[in-house]
């Protein structure tokens, strides 16, 4: 693929002497907002794109359009070319052992609707359990309640500390012989907890029992290497990853992939269908039915190209340093409470200010320049857990920087003078 080459020196040691060029492969990012420069803190909800992912998206409409396999003619033939590359890409990314491993979906949620209805829905029978954590996203809950609704199994869910970390044991202790599958998120998109997964996907094995990991907040943060986990299936959004929106990825064992029935009927998934009987295309296809977000795919193929550029140690180290540096200064913060505490943690801070609804706190901050999201974060169980409404979450990635954390501190300080008049 023709990647357009994002503007760094490469993988290096540390990245603060490359942060103004880096910062300078994204567009958006020189924008300001109420006159003043933005500071994007809202990176767990969706990061912002490098122009080597936009520019391939547009190169796609302008010079390839078309519909990708089947197609005798030459835009088809290329739009399929780069489609498909792009999942070499994904694959090689994951360490995943097979590019039929790598289904395309229209993000982590679609992909944990496939495993659920496609894996679990046919094995579960009632009294089995599903086992969870206390600290998923809605969209590693809700699929799983849905099935457990129509089987008549049941949720198992495992408790987290104040600090935000699993209780110690209580994973191992909840996998028994009903558990038919354990869903775990591997980041935190509210705590920025990191999960030991590795640790409890082989507890989980050694009961046979399979693991979906929900990646969606790791992937542009750490590398993932499917094989090493040793995980069963792995979801993750291409939003996340500095890639287009409308996109991600479930990677599923091939064995368990081969034995799965598709997730949705339609073109592309079928080998032959007539009236009376339909076969079923092999994988990916069998589960990629209906024309794909093409722009989409071939776009995260750049996204991820330009992450392997840029190293994602090196920018794992520096988020590492931001998170450092701002959860020291808040400490310094009369009336800030830090949400999620854990000893492994990913760039996110949640936190509460005084008695200010984090909402006012967003607005405030707002005005400033400064985009941070406020609510539950679709995780509307653990402000349960915590007994609060909402909390305020800055969170970091690679391109910000310890000027903006000094920013974000400024601005905070002003929410509280304004509040505590
Ligand atoms: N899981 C986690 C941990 C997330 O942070 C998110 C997005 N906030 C999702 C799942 C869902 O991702 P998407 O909306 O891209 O499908």
């Given at each position: 693929m023709s990647v357009v080459a994002p503007n760094v020196a490469g993988?290096?040691?540390?990245m603060t002497e490359d942060l103004e060029r880096l910062r300078a492969d994204f567009p958006i990012l020189r924008t300001r907002i109420r006159g003043k420069p933005l500071v994007y803190f809202d990176n767990a909800a969706t990061t912002q794109k490098p122009r080597s992912v936009i520019d391939m998206e547009r190169r796609y409409y302008e010079e390839w359009n078309a519909n990708i396999h089947r197609g005798v003619h030459w835009l088809s033939e290329k739009a399929t070319h780069e489609y498909e590359h792009a999942r070499d890409t994904v694959c090689a990314f994951l360490n995943a052992?097979?590019?039929?491993?790598i289904i395309y979906t229209r993000g982590t949620t679609e992909a944990i609707n496939l495993v659920a209805q496609s894996f679990a829905r046919p094995r579960l029978r009632p009294g089995d359990e599903v086992l969870i954590t206390a600290m998923e996203h809605h969209s590693n809950i809700v699929p799983w309640q849905m099935v457990c609704q129509l089987t008549g199994a049941r949720l198992r869910v495992v408790p987290i500390t104040?600090?935000?970390?699993?209780?110690?044991g209580e994973f191992e202790r909840s996998l028994n012989e009903r558990t038919r599958i354990a869903a775990i998120v591997h980041v935190s998109n509210a705590l920025g907890t990191i999960n030991p997964v590795r640790h409890m996907v082989a507890a989980a094995h050694a009961r046979d029992v399979p693991v979906l990991l929900d990646g969606a907040q790791a992937v542009a943060h750490m590398p993932v290497d499917v094989q090493a986990l040793d995980c069963d299936f792995y979801a993750f959004s291409g939003h996340k990853i500095f890639g287009p929106t409308g996109t991600g990825v479930l990677y599923g064992r091939e064995e368990l992939l081969e034995n799965m029935p598709p997730y949705q009927g339609g073109g592309?998934?079928?080998?032959t269908v007539s009236f009376e009987n339909t076969t079923y295309a092999d994988l990916p296809a069998k589960f990629e039915a209906g024309t794909p977000n093409i722009a989409g795919g071939i776009g995260l193929g750049a996204a991820i190209d330009y992450v392997q550029t840029v190293g994602l140690q090196r920018m794992a180290a520096h988020e590492h340093e931001l998170l450092r540096y701002a959860t020291a200064r808040a400490r310094e913060v009369p009336g800030l409470r830090v949400i999620g505490q854990a000893r492994e943690k990913a760039a996110v801070l949640s936190f509460l200010l005084n008695d200010i609804h984090p909402h006012d706190v967003g607005t405030i901050l707002d005005s400033e320049g400064i985009a941070i999201r406020t609510g539950h974060h679709c995780a509307m169980p653990i402000m349960t857990r915590y007994k609060i409404p909402a909390t305020a979450r800055a969170s970091f990635a690679f391109y910000n920087t310890r000027e903006e954390v000094d920013r974000l501190f400024v601005a905070l300080e002003i929410a509280r003078k304004v509040f505590t008049r």
């Open positions: 993988p290096g040691p540390g052992r097979s590019r039929k491993e104040d600090d935000g970390e699993l209780v110690a592309d998934m079928i080998r």
